[in-house]
């Protein structure tokens, strides 16, 4: 409960009654319970002059506390409002709250339409730049899970190298790709598992399919697990055959701008700066405007949360932050290629978690 003292410090230094966390991967973190209510209400309430609860679907409030969650846990039917059950688990602590703290980025029109509702004269404020804060700093405990889940992707990293062979289609090797992460004991991917050839490699956010791998291809895969709770994220770049000599360099110059910037992490750093120091590189080698995205972003609970590291971000790189570096260029008419690690910022420097190699990687 050390995260949910935390938010009930910070509701007292600002005043606020009542906090309503709503994001699956936000309870999650303050509450060790996972779980997707799909539309259904899931949410942890927190005080800060009262006992927090959970409000869960009630076919989950068993899994709630076996979870660890050890305050009460308030279920809802399918045939409930469950926003009048949230509101007589406050009334049950004695508390009519004048300012509310929100997830902004999270609570739909509606579900705020009917906290106003419910609470016409209170106020409404954000939580979520306080929750981004906390969870950018990750613990030992929360780096230890994210290590494995590391591991784990360089490991499926190899097995779709293992299976690349001519004729096989992009999805018969994304699917042994992710029996075998079954078979290691990883319930789901972190994201949907990216296995892209030839000039489709081009396209930063692609879609497998049938294309059939060819000698000459590069074969991008994108892909991450998680591993108790936690997401890493990979992406390497390998050629079937000999690759041409701009192919070639095409590679190289995103493995120099993607080492470069991992060369440069530790604490102080700016985000922005990052960015620049891998954009530069590309830039410089003539590639620039085939660079088309941001260089990464935070990695934890979520595959993609706080911080953004973009090229106008002056946020300055703390030690125990986790984020992804992930440089890429994408030529329509020849290949695209991206490199992506997953690194933590120590406190002279940088751990990098995902070990696969960088060179490239030739498949006969």
């Known amino acids: ?143 230890e899970k994210l290590r494995k889940a590391a591991e784990l992707a360089d490991y499926a990293i190899e097995v779709g190298c293992r299976e690349i062979a001519e004729g096989k289609t992009e999805l018969e090797i994304l699917t042994a790709i992710e029996f075998e992460m079954k078979k290691k004991g990883v319930s789901h991917m972190s994201f949907d598992t990216m296995v892209l050839s030839g000039k489709k490699t081009a396209s930063p956010h692609g879609t497998p399919g049938d294309r059939k791998i060819q000698k000459g291809d590069f074969i991008l895969f994108d892909l991450g697990v998680v591993w108790e709770g936690y997401c890493s994220d990979i992406t390497r770049t390998v050629a079937f055959g000999e690759p041409t000599e701009e192919m070639r360099n095409i590679y190289e110059t995103v493995k120099r701008a993607e080492q470069a910037a991992v060369d440069a992490v530790k604490p102080g750093v700016r985000a922005m700066d990052l960015d620049k120091t891998a954009r530069d590189v590309i830039t410089d080698a003539g590639y620039g405007e085939y660079f088309t995205h941001r260089l990464g972003h935070g990695l934890g609970i979520s595959v993609h949360e706080f911080p953004s590291l973009h090229g106008s971000n002056e946020m300055e790189l703390q030690e125990g932050m986790v984020f992804t570096i992930e440089p890429g260029i994408y030529h329509p008419d020849i290949t695209g290629v991206r490199i992506e690690d997953d690194v933590v910022v120590t406190a002279d420097g940088v751990e990098v978690l995902t070990k696969f190699p960088k060179e490239l990687q030739i498949i006969k």
């Not at 991967?25 to 949410?43: C, W």
């Not at 809802?76 to 508390?95: C, K, M, P, S, Y």
């Not at 300012?99 to 509702?117: D, G, P, Q, T, W």
């Open 1 to 143: 409960m050390e995260k949910i003292k935390e938010i009930r410090m910070y509701l007292e230094e600002n005043g606020i009654d009542l906090a309503l966390v709503t994001t699956p991967d936000n309870v999650f973190y303050l509450s060790g319970f996972n779980s997707e209510p799909h539309e259904r209400l899931l949410a942890v309430a927190v005080f800060r002059d009262a006992e927090p609860f959970i409000i869960a679907p009630k076919m989950e409030v068993p899994d709630v506390k076996s979870a660890g969650w050890i305050g009460e846990a308030v279920g809802h039917e399918d045939t409930d409002d469950a926003w009048l059950i949230v509101e007589q688990a406050i009334r049950n602590r004695g508390i009519n709250p004048s300012r509310i703290a929100i997830e902004k980025s999270h609570l739909n029109v509606e579900r705020f339409e009917r906290v106003k509702e419910l609470y016409p004269e209170a106020s409404i404020t954000g939580l979520d730049g306080k929750l981004n804060a906390m969870r950018n700093i990750k613990d030992e405990a929360e780096l």
